[in-house]
Nanobody, 117 residues
Framework: VQLVESGGGLVQAGGSRRLSCAASGLSFSNYVMGWFRQAPGKEREIVASIRWKDGRTYYQDSVKGRFTISRDNAENTVALQMNSLKPEDTAVYFC???????????WGQGTQVTVSS
């Protein structure tokens, strides 16, 4: 399994950023894909997830209405569209994959998102 994130960078508060995760080596129909983040000094937390089979999504309360997770079946990618970014969204963002109902087992290398005030 290989997960490769891209799209991180520096953005001003109120701006937008789109992260992408290219996935390979998965039996996609059985997997859930997720985006996590980890800020300095804090634990890693889930931001959003999507069930590949039916597109069912989950969002952390703090990002509801601002972030959107989506999947592209043809390209085997998962995207995280982030709008109305806030300085507290600053973190390393990780793509993750896991079988539905099981612990997260595969992780990307992470991509830094920095939101300036």
């Amino acid at each position: 399994v290989q997960l490769v994130e891209s799209g991180g960078g520096l953005v001003q508060a109120g701006g937008s950023r789109r992260l992408s995760c290219a996935a390979s080596g998965l039996s996609f129909s059985n997997y859930v894909m997720g985006w996590f983040r980890q800020a300095p000094g804090k634990e890693r937390e889930i931001v959003a997830s999507i069930r590949w089979k039916d597109g069912r999504t989950y969002y952390q309360d703090s990002v509801k209405g601002r972030f959107t997770i989506s999947r592209d079946n043809a390209e085997n990618t998962v995207a995280l569209q982030m709008n109305s970014l806030k300085p507290e969204d600053t973190a390393v963002y990780f793509c993750a994959a896991g079988l539905y109902g099981a612990p997260w087992e595969d992780w990307g290398q992470g991509t830094q998102v920095t939101v300036s005030s």
